[in-house]
């Protein structure tokens, strides 16, 4: 229901040229990226960071930062210099890149946007929660060198592609962790005495995890949500009393008609009133 409503809320607010249009979503994955996935081959928490939420944390590094590597054309990126004038809070980020992808890949809307990034964004903030996490585990680690050694080669080994993974997701009954967690620790020679303690920290930790990891797609999607039910109210006020039929009209007479409709040119008033004519079907179903 709200993909219905978005996109009349978006065909209301955008002139009758959309008809028939394409939107090419590759193109507009290319030019999103090269606003949000700023070093992702070496941080896949990047669009998360960058275009999704704060509670991502900031991006490892802010110097030298250049846009991703989007293949040999460039035509659809936003350039370097672009990127300085970008704002740095992540919600207004998105907006801002928005704003600059659907100007540069012609036929593209904000629902296009929403279709083709948001899961990429969703995804790259489980990246973050789990580096979060793992960053908070090394630091507790650092205080006794023995046991940051240890902590670290039962972790790598625990989280993993063949045991719990990197996102927990084979150890989230308590049952399969145990399992691994014993493997682990039985490989790793003269960590005895720090058993206890890092199980409890690896065991928290997963824990963390997956609640951040709920936490922030929750987030992201009532943000997404609250911004459609925006632009659903903004297209039911362009229906009262007709204004945003009469607006239509308006224009198209300004900009389109010879004459400007103006008195004793009456075809152009009624060309230009069928033009518009979306408008009432819009409206009657948007009540």
């Given at each position: 229901?709200?993909?219905?409503?978005?996109?009349l809320?978006?065909?209301l607010?955008?002139a009758?040229?959309l008809?028939?249009?394409?939107?090419?979503?590759?193109?507009?994955t290319?030019?999103?990226?090269?606003?949000?996935?700023?070093?992702?081959?070496t941080?896949?928490?990047?669009?998360?960071?960058?275009?999704?939420?704060?509670n991502?944390?900031?991006?490892?590094?802010?110097?030298g930062?250049?846009s991703?590597?989007?293949?040999?054309?460039?035509?659809?990126?936003?350039?370097?210099?672009?990127?300085?004038?970008?704002?740095s809070?992540?919600?207004?980020?998105y907006?801002?890149?928005t704003?600059?992808?659907?100007e540069?890949?012609?036929?593209?809307?904000?629902?296009d946007?929403?279709?083709?990034?948001?899961?990429?964004?969703?995804?790259?903030?489980?990246?973050?929660?789990?580096?979060?996490q793992?960053?908070?585990?090394?630091?507790k680690?650092?205080?006794?060198?023995t046991?940051?050694?240890?902590?670290?080669?039962?972790s790598a080994?625990?989280?993993?592609?063949?045991?719990?993974a990197?996102?927990?997701?084979?150890?989230?009954?308590?049952?399969?962790?145990?399992?691994?967690?014993?493997?682990?620790?039985a490989?790793?020679?003269?960590?005895?005495?720090?058993?206890?303690?890092?199980?409890?920290e690896?065991?928290?930790?997963?824990d963390?995890?997956?609640?951040n990891?709920?936490?922030?797609?929750?987030?992201?999607?009532k943000?997404?949500?609250?911004?459609r039910?925006n632009?659903?109210?903004?297209?039911?006020?362009k229906?009262?009393n007709?204004?945003?039929?009469?607006?239509?009209?308006?224009?198209?007479?300004e900009?389109?008609?010879?004459?400007?409709?103006?008195a004793?040119?009456?075809?152009?008033?009624?060309?230009?009133?069928?033009?518009?004519k979306y408008?009432?079907?819009?409206?009657?179903?948007?009540?």
């Open positions: 229901m709200f993909k219905k409503f978005a996109f809320a978006i065909f607010a955008i009758p040229n008809a028939h249009a394409v939107c090419s979503r590759a193109n507009l290319r030019c999103l990226d090269s606003v949000c996935a700023i070093n992702v081959s941080n896949p928490a990047a669009r998360c960071q960058y275009c999704g939420t704060t991502a944390g900031e991006p490892p590094t802010k110097n930062i250049k991703v590597s989007v293949g040999a054309s460039t035509k659809f990126n936003v350039s370097d210099k672009e990127l300085k004038s970008a704002p809070d992540p919600g207004q980020r907006v801002w890149a704003t600059k992808c659907i540069r890949v012609t036929d593209c809307t904000p629902d946007v929403s279709d083709v990034y948001d899961k990429l964004i969703e995804q790259s903030c489980t990246a973050a929660g789990i580096n979060a793992m960053a908070t585990l090394h630091s680690a650092t205080k006794k060198k046991q940051t050694a240890c902590s670290g080669e039962i080994c625990l989280m993993g592609d063949k045991k719990c990197s996102d927990f997701s084979a150890c989230i009954n308590d049952a399969d962790f145990n399992k691994f967690f014993a493997a682990c620790s490989e790793s020679t003269g960590c005895d005495d720090y058993i206890s303690a890092i199980r409890a690896l065991l928290s930790s997963r963390a995890v997956v609640k990891a709920d936490a922030i797609l929750e987030s992201i999607v943000s997404y949500a609250d911004a039910e632009r659903i109210n903004n297209a039911r006020a229906c009262t007709n204004s945003g039929r009469e607006t239509c009209i308006k224009q198209i007479c900009n389109r008609m010879a004459n400007k409709c103006a004793g040119f009456n075809d152009e008033k009624s060309m230009a009133t069928q033009l518009c408008y009432d079907t819009a409206c009657a179903t948007l009540k």
